[in-house]
């Protein structure tokens, strides 16, 4: 049977593509069932309160720095989205004495604008919010040279070639509402992808690069960066690609309800745990990665009862 079309963006795929049984056994899942979905290569873990899970969140970053040396380079690759951790980590930092001196950090996305990416001082840039929120509240003593931080640039080849030499101990992400991770949207219907998305395969083969925005992911945006206001927000990025999602370690994935809904943390959970992989559901390619941990607070699972307001 051919695929249904998009209820949300007929011109696109995304999740509501998908088979309905898969969507109703997802809605029907509760707390207790979705952490019975944890299986080797697939770990979820949940926080009872907020603190605890940015305080996880940001030791994420402590843990892989302290393993990197000289000889031997170590990073993360961390989002904006959630931002919460950042302010965190430059403290633990600081406080613990920690020497970043040989340690890397990749940004995972940027907003395109006018042929290029936006730059540092542009308010919505994800540059200028790593280097506010954590970077330059580091100790000049103890941060990591320029050098080691790495942003994507609508010329990817600089940012593509810093991965490599340098082992990426964990990549963190949040999750958007069209199930993404960095801005690994899901792919316009059109050309040889009009009937079907791609397969899971094709997908992987993408690399850093500038992508077109799903109408979902400029309207969340609008939503938790401007107010609402989706003319402030550009229609494309530059993000993190399967390859060098493929090259971290470990991916963990942070679900503190603000981002995606009950729905969307179910549906993706689901897909991973069973290794259905659907590029209409982009963070379902995970199924495929070797070691990737869901990280949930409790607090922001809800529930996918149906509540008029």
């Known amino acids: 049977m051919p695929r249904k079309i998009s209820s949300i963006a007929p011109d696109w795929w995304d999740y509501t593509t998908l088979d309905t049984a898969l969507i109703k056994e997802a809605a029907q899942l509760t707390p207790e069932k979705m952490l019975q979905l944890s299986r080797p290569g697939f770990k979820i873990v949940m926080y009872d309160t907020l603190q605890d899970f940015y305080v996880a969140e940001a ?9 990197s040396t000289d000889d031997s380079p170590v990073g993360i690759c961390g989002p904006i989205g959630p931002t919460e951790q950042l302010p965190l980590v430059a403290r633990m930092v ?13 940004g995972m ?3 395109f604008m006018d042929g290029k990416e936006v730059s540092p001082d542009h308010p919505l840039s994800f540059e200028k919010a790593d280097r506010e929120l954590c970077f330059n509240r580091i100790k000049k003593e103890l941060v990591m040279p320029d050098e080691n931080l790495h942003f994507p640039k609508a010329d990817t080849a600089a940012y593509r070639k810093s991965w490599d030499g340098v082992r990426c101990a964990v990549m963190q992400g949040g999750q958007g509402d069209i199930k993404h991770w960095a801005f690994n949207d899901p792919l316009k219907r059109e050309g040889t992808f009009k009937d079907e998305p791609p397969s899971p395969a094709e997908y992987r083969k993408l690399a850093t690069r500038v992508v077109d925005l799903h109408p979902m992911t400029i309207a969340q945006n609008a939503r938790t960066s401007g107010g609402g206001n989706i ?18 370690e470990k991916v963990s994935i942070w679900h503190a309800g603000m981002h995606d809904n009950p729905f969307g943390q179910r549906l993706t959970t689901l897909m991973i745990s069973k290794k259905i992989a659907d590029t209409a559901v982009p963070m379902s390619l995970l199924a495929n990665h070797p070691n990737v941990q869901f990280n949930f607070y409790r607090g922001g699972l809800g529930t996918c009862d149906i509540e008029m307001h």
């Open 109 to 111: 996305d940027e907003w």
């Open 59 to 67: 030791l994420e970053y402590i843990t892989a720095w302290k393993q």
């Open 94 to 106: 600081n406080e613990l004495g920690i020497s970043l001196k040989s340690a890397h950090f990749w």
């Open 231 to 248: 003319t402030m927000v550009p229609t494309k990025a530059i993000t993190v690609g399967p390859v060098e999602t493929w090259q971290a």
